[in-house]
């Protein structure tokens, strides 16, 4: 089973980074930002990408810094 990562969540929604930043307000470069770890999303964006994936907010902030559940 592959790590889940917040680039694998928004593959499986087939969503573009683009389209992905534009459902939450954001632009392309956060999304970019997001999933190579460079930055961390707050925890609006965090409950919003759960709600958005259909998962729990402990999933993406799992996902968001590397742990396994």
Do not use: D, H
Not at 17 to 28: H, K, M, N, P
Not at 29 to 44: A, L, Q, R, V, Y
């Amino acid at each position: 089973m592959p790590e889940v990562t917040l680039k694998v969540l928004r593959a499986s929604k087939n969503l573009s980074q683009a389209e992905l930043g534009e459902r939450l307000g954001v632009s392309q470069t956060t999304i970019t930002s997001w999933e190579t770890g460079k930055t961390t999303p707050n925890s609006k964006n965090i409950y919003e990408l759960a709600n958005l994936y259909g998962v729990e907010p402990t999933v993406i902030f799992n996902a968001v810094f590397k742990q396994k559940t």
